[in-house]
Nanobody, 125 residues
Framework: VQLQASGGGLVQAGGYLRLSCAAS????????IGWFRQAPGKEREGVSC????????YYADSVKGRFTISRDNAKNTVYLRMNSLKPEDTAVYYC???????????????????WGKGTLVTVSS
């Protein structure tokens, strides 16, 4: 079972990147897949998660309106389109299986077992 993230790079503020998360050894169809990121000196945070088949999406407040997660089950790949990038988006981005937790007054995502190696995104000012 492997998840491989790719698509990172160096981009100027205001630019865009599209990250890809390709799975091998298992079928993504049955899993919610998400993106986490970790900036230098900071804790890892959940960025976005897409449900397996229910269409449920989660975005961190910091990326709402700028990032879009999508999946192509035929290609066994999940994407993260990142627009209007900011220097604070600089981090190593990881894809992983995830869960979206919804309570009566909050919503968050957490990792659910499988992790891929990260891809570095650097946004220059």
């Amino acid at each position: 079972v492997q998840l491989q993230a790719s698509g990172g790079g160096l981009v100027q503020a205001g630019g865009y990147l599209r990250l890809s998360c390709a799975a091998s050894g298992f079928t993504l169809d049955y899993y919610a897949i998400g993106w986490f990121r970790q900036a230098p000196g900071k804790e890892r945070e959940g960025v976005s998660c897409i449900g397996s088949s229910d269409g449920v999406l989660y975005y961190a407040d910091s990326v709402k309106g700028r990032f879009t997660i999508s999946r192509d089950n035929a290609k066994n790949t999940v994407y993260l389109r990142m627009n209007s990038l900011k220097p604070e988006d600089t981090a190593v981005y990881y894809c992983a299986t995830c869960q979206i937790i919804q309570t009566s007054d909050s919503e968050f995502m957490r990792a659910a077992g499988y992790w891929g190696k990260g891809t570095l995104v650097t946004v220059s000012s």
